[in-house]
């Protein structure tokens, strides 16, 4: 790695570690990242009971949240203040209680203020449950 990457590896690493101390609801729920670098973030959360719908499958609002955590960490990266400026999911299939789910968040486009990402919520078997695009605003620059 160049000393260029380095450093944008470094900011990437300090930048999400702040954001994750402040995150209340990501702690909360179990989410912890698992991978960082500039433009992406993987976090993961074990499905507990009380997580469940009445369907007994992992509430659907759940999903979502670990996607937008996952989405959260990649775009505050580059050392901004970043926040969501819209997004969507489509949920491919359930999860159950006890399921280790990763999400997978990548940068897809930069620029000016904005940024586009996308989110893939899988299983500890690899299955795609849920695809979360987000798009980013930059509320300020980095000092």
Request: with cysteine; charged share 20%; net charge neutral.
């Amino acid at each position: 790695m160049n000393q260029d990457a380095n450093a944008a590896q470094a900011l990437a690493e300090r930048a999400a570690q702040a954001l994750y101390a402040g995150d209340r609801a990501s702690q909360r729920f179990g989410i912890k990242i698992t991978a960082i670098a500039p433009g992406e973030a993987q976090v993961a959360m074990r499905v507990s009971e009380d997580m469940l719908n009445g369907h007994q499958t992992c509430h659907g609002g759940l999903l979502f949240t670990l996607a937008d955590s996952a989405f959260a960490f990649a775009c505050n990266t580059h050392g901004d203040t970043v926040v969501a400026a819209g997004c969507s999911i489509d949920f491919l299939a359930p999860a159950r209680s006890g399921d280790e789910l990763l999400a997978t968040a990548k940068e897809l486009w930069r620029g000016g203020r904005s940024g586009l990402y996308e989110v893939v919520v899988s299983d500890q078997r690899g299955e795609r449950l849920a695809l979360f695009r987000g798009r980013s605003h930059r509320v300020s620059a980095s000092p």
